[in-house]
């Protein structure tokens, strides 16, 4: 079982069982793998197991009857959950948390029965009807009394199954039998109930002589032998699906009747097989059974040919019951067979592959018994031939044609197209699918290996190009599996190489992802990005609703072609996208977190939040069946959510440099104090060594080397699931390290984001409001005006005007220092990011030695290379040890 399989499956039980909070399903998930053994335990405690339930059980007897009902139908798994289910009966914590969890169910069960109980008006005991409703009460009851009696379960079944089917192949209606072969009992070969041989009158047997009482009997059991009823034997009624019975007359002699009933069983089992034929015949329940049933019509007919010169020589009275009794000895063993075969496919609702198992399960079952295993295996053999025509079908050509829907595959109507449009839709995933019903055991093992083989040709056959493979050779069902096996490794050898070769070397897998997808995405084309965000920077500031995507188009366009990224031939699929959220709520969303926080950001209105461009800004890339099953929907939006992380990284780092450069202009002016600007100098300087650290761990130490090994590994890939994962554990492995999935990782980080932004923008504002003077640069001594040079009044003037603008702009800037302003703004923004910081650290201290994420190691050493917050972080764990510990009793 796949890591993927225990988490989906863990989560399924902890929902079902309503468990909530703790520590959540990957606590379960670690100890499942840990103790996983690689041999199966159940098929040896299997007995003791159904044992130790049924002493458990209040009524063991039920329990015992519907495990022998579940066995008769060859019901998969059943052995291990019964294994299952004695293992709870040994853990009373588990066993009573069940039975709470089982009431508060029935007690929600309850509740929401009263609610929906008032719909219906119960009439009071008082309340009296009329003769004329409680006529008509009794015609509606009649009517539906006669209709349900007509109607025959079989014509029920095959309706519900021609219904299905026919709903699957809509455009070719499955055929049907016409009315009067069912509406016809006498050509079934069974009994008729209520009808005799003849019309003479029948002697009572009791007053013959022995020899004349075993010449009639002889007479009825070859009549009872081939489905007729006899004058002294009579076939009974059937009720459901029992074995057929019989009466004899009682005035038979007690020995002639001992012999008679040992000779009964070869007609019942005649009687279970005849049926079994004539239903199974029909279309509806599928070619598999048709051709099981068609072997065994050649059985019956050998049988009926035994009948026949057995009936010759009793016409010749050269038959005696006890000649009968030795003659039919090799066909009873033969029937009783045959007739197990037909209640346990009926009992178990057989079709298809799973007829396919109840019959290999059998064939394995009788060894030791040569005649039987061999019987088993004819009839194996013969059902087989319908299916392998569809599995050899699949397998070299990439084609489902199971109108019947009993092949181990099946297909699902999706559209390739919605893969590039719905993170969701998951074509390769769903288009085809296993059915586990439906997979013979004797294919379990290469079931996988079957569904991948027919959906590498079936890609590729899409395209337009025909595939038929070169090791095709008929499969036939042998008790030697190896036989098949090798022929299926043959047939997915051939498509996966096939498949591989068709994306890597005509479509340019490769190409798109290391010329397209790296360059853009993972902002690996740094020359392009200058030109694009000094190009848009302006539109990008803008509120999401005011930006202009043709604009935005264009400008894209524009820096593609004057970087260097004009030389890829795939830079036209590059396009742009405005993601309706921020990052933090679409990581959130995809990685359906549980947490309280998602909760409420999913169930927010979008519309309440308030974008810009550069929170909301994405590429986005157009990609083409069939590179788009790897590079999907799914693994763009994983791009998106790295990109968006940089993009706004790459966004501070440039604000912060900007407040670089306007805090040069800012030097030049002469305030009374101006130590406090030393603070936001070192405190800018802070920020840019965190934000410029940030992007060369991810850039540096995260993507490039995993990239290199995403490269080797698509290298020695051997088949299109081997690229899949290789590219998925990529992307798993640069979101994770990226800090984008932990939730309290990126919560902080966008704090420290959130506050590097808003210094930024008080710095540019207060750098703004200290360009005053540029006011008295209309008027200079140097200059003049038009009307000549400066008088000296005008100088007077000037020079008056200009005294008093420095000492407005000096008291300015003094009331913001005087006023606590601009100070106490910069001494908070330092606060609030030492603090987040500190946070941040911590917590990557805490990932890094509890989950082993060495690699965030790499972030601390980074921030903290000299040791500034060493001795602050050690203050940190020391404290939180100090709340783990707990409290020592006195002495």
Not at 405 to 415: C, D, I, K
Not at 435 to 449: W, Y
Not at 502 to 519: D, N, P, Q, T, Y
């Amino acid at each position: 079982m796949s890591e993927f399989r225990i988490h989906h499956d863990v989560n399924e039980l902890l929902s079902l069982l309503r468990v909530h909070g703790g520590e959540g399903a990957e606590v379960y998930i670690d100890l499942l793998q840990k103790n996983r053994t690689p041999y199966v335990t159940t098929t040896v405690s299997a007995h003791s197991a159904k044992v130790k339930i049924a002493e458990f059980s209040r009524t063991p007897e039920d329990f015992l009857k519907k495990y022998d009902e579940l066995k008769s139908k060859n019901t998969r798994h059943l052995d291990s959950l019964v294994y299952l289910l004695s293992k709870l009966t040994e853990d009373k914590e588990t066993l009573q948390y069940l039975q709470q969890n089982a009431k508060e169910r029935a007690e929600l069960a309850g509740n929401a029965a009263t609610s929906g109980s008032t719909n219906f008006s119960i009439p009071s005991s008082t309340s009296k009807i009329s003769l004329q409703e409680l006529e008509e009460l009794r015609k509606q009851l009649g009517s539906v009394t006669a209709n349900s009696s007509v109607q025959q379960p079989l014509e029920l079944t095959r309706k519900i199954l021609r219904d299905k089917q026919n709903k699957k192949n809509s455009g070719q209606p499955i055929p049907v039998f016409p009315s009067w072969v069912y509406d016809r009992p006498a050509l079934i070969g069974d009994f008729l109930i209520g009808t005799s041989l003849s019309t003479d009158t029948t002697v009572p047997i009791g007053t013959l002589p022995l020899a004349s009482q075993e010449s009639m009997i002889v007479e009825d059991l070859l009549y009872i032998l081939i489905g007729v009823d006899g004058r002294y034997i009579t076939a009974q009624p059937l009720v459901g699906r029992q074995n057929r019975a019989f009466s004899v007359d009682p005035n038979l002699d007690l020995s002639i009747k001992e012999l008679v009933t040992r000779i009964l069983p070869v007609a019942s089992s005649y009687s279970a097989v005849t049926r079994f034929v004539e239903e199974k015949s029909s279309f509806e329940y599928g070619q598999v059974n048709h051709a099981l049933a068609a072997a065994m019509r050649t059985l019956i007919k050998e049988y009926m040919i035994l009948i026949t010169q057995l009936e010759h020589l009793q016409r010749q009275g050269l038959l005696s019951l006890q000649k009968l009794w030795f003659y039919i000895q090799p066909t009873m063993r033969t029937l009783e067979i045959l007739a197990s075969l037909a209640t346990s496919v009926d009992k178990g609702e057989c079709m298809g592959g799973s007829t396919l198992s109840l019959l290999h399960d059998k064939t394995f079952n009788y060894t030791g018994d040569s005649q039987a295993q061999e019987l088993c295996l004819y009839l194996t053999k013969a059902a087989s031939v319908p299916y392998f025509e569809i599995l050899e079908k699949w397998i070299y050509r990439g084609i489902i044609n199971d109108p019947y829907s009993e092949f181990m595959v099946e297909e699902h109507e999706l559209q390739k197209e919605k893969i590039q449009e719905d993170y969701n839709d998951k074509y390769w995933d769903q288009r085809y699918t296993v059915v586990q019903q439906q997979i013979p055991s004797f294919l379990q093992k290469m079931a996988d290996k079957i569904l991948s083989t027919g959906k590498y040709l079936n890609v590729v056959r899409e395209c337009g190009r025909d595939v038929t493979c070169p090791v095709a050779k008929e499969v036939i069902y042998t008790l030697k599996e190896r036989a098949y096996v090798e022929q299926i490794e043959k047939a997915y050898n051939y498509a996966s190489k096939v498949l591989l070769d068709f994306l890597m070397e005509e479509k340019g897998l490769v190409a798109h992802l290391s010329r397209s997808i790296k360059h853009y995405f993972l902002m690996d084309q740094g020359d392009f990005f200058v030109h694009f965000m000094d190009l848009t920077e302006e539109e990008l500031k803008k509120p999401v609703d005011d930006i202009i995507t043709t604009r935005l188009e264009a400008l894209l366009e524009l820096a593609l072609r004057m970087s260097t990224a004009n030389t890829d031939p795939f830079k036209d699929d590059l396009k742009i996208d405005l993601m309706p959220h921020d990052l933090i709520t679409q990581l959130l969303r995809v990685l359906a977190i549980e947490t309280k926080q998602e909760k409420a950001i999913i169930s927010a209105d979008p519309t309440e939040l308030t974008l810009s461009g550069l929170e909301a800004f994405s590429f986005d890339y157009i990609v083409k069946w069939p590179l788009s099953l790897i590079i999907n929907r799914k693994a763009l939006t994983r791009y998106q959510m790295l990109f968006r992380h940089m993009f706004y990284c790459k966004h501070v780092e440039r604000q912060l440099c900007n407040v670089w450069i306007s805090n040069k202009t800012a030097k030049q002016f002469s305030l009374h104090s101006a130590k406090w600007f030393a603070g936001a100098f070192t405190l800018r300087q802070r920020m840019l060594n965190f934000v410029q650290n940030i992007q060369y761990y991810m850039m540096f130490e995260v993507m490039e080397p995993t990239w290199h090994i995403l490269e080797k590994n698509l290298k020695s890939a051997s088949n299109i699931d081997d690229v899949l994962s290789h590219h998925t554990s990529f992307l798993d492995n640069c979101l994770k390290d990226c800090m984008l999935t932990n939730p309290e990782l990126l919560k902080i980080f966008s704090k420290l984001m959130s506050v590097c932004v808003m210094f930024t923008n008080c710095m540019q504002r207060f750098t703004q409001s200290m360009k005053l003077d540029n006011e008295m640069d209309r008027l200079t001594l140097e200059h003049g005006t038009m009307l000549g040079p400066p008088t000296g009044e005008e100088c007077a003037e000037e020079t008056a005007k200009k005294q008093l603008t420095n000492k407005l702009l000096a008291e300015h800037a003094d009331n913001l220092h005087l006023t606590s302003g601009f100070e106490a703004a910069i001494n908070k923004f330092d606060s609030n990011f030492s603090t987040h910081l500190l946070d941040l650290l911590d917590k990557l201290s805490i990932y890094s030695t509890n989950d082993c994420e060495h690699s965030m190691l790499n972030i601390i050493y980074r921030l903290d290379f000299n040791g500034f917050y060493t001795e602050r972080l050690e203050h940190m764990s020391a404290e939180r040890s100090q709340k783990a510990a707990p409290l020592l009793p006195r002495l």
